[in-house]
């Protein structure tokens, strides 16, 4: 299947199956979903969340969460502005609401290469078991993660998660050269550790 032909698929899947939240329509967004919190949740069990220091996310509303608790766990956290727009701000406080509004209000600009980002976490539409995602066919996700590793702020050791529904896990996603796969998976119920995570990190499967 095409990448388009994937995500129509999962929108619609969503929309029948009663997953799918605020904001609407889902189609054409990275789509809010029921259990994102608890998918978010799961981030918190890793050892390497609790040693990482900065956090770079994705602003889309599915990951509100994991959002919340990088800035309750008092972390650094790092957020695109919309189609970058105003490039990236920097968060640091457990009173900002993760909204885009609170965050654009209360972030400061922030450039790449001013921080090793531990955690790069993306928004899909779509994810494989091997680990290739889909976002919405902006290619923003993509190209956050080129700037900060053209910057030296993302290497190898980077951890890159994406929180999706279970429904969103599909066997197989087609990839361009310039697409980021991702090590970790988390949904609702499961965290995968993808094909393509390290194989230190792939050990830990559970």
Known sequence: MRKDEIRDRIWRAMMERGVALPPFPIYGRIPNFKGAREAAMRLRELDEYRKA????CNPDSPQAHVREIALKDGKILIVATPRLS???????????????????EKGRPVKP??????????????????????????????LEFKIWREAGSINDETLKVT?????????????????????LILTPTRTIWTALSRSSRADKKP
């Open 86 to 104: 105003k490039g990236f701000i920097e968060l640091r406080g457990s009173n900002i609401s993760p909204t885009i509004r609170g965050m654009m």
């Open 53 to 56: 220091g900065v956090v770079l």
């Open 163 to 183: 929180t999706v529904h279970d429904i969103q896990v599909v066997e197989f996603v087609p990839r361009d050269e310039w697409d980021v796969p991702v090590d």
């Open 113 to 142: 290469g001013d921080h090793k980002i531990d955690i790069f976490v993306a928004g899909s539409v779509a994810v494989s078991m091997e680990g290739y995602r889909l976002g919405k066919g902006t290619g923003y996700s993509d």
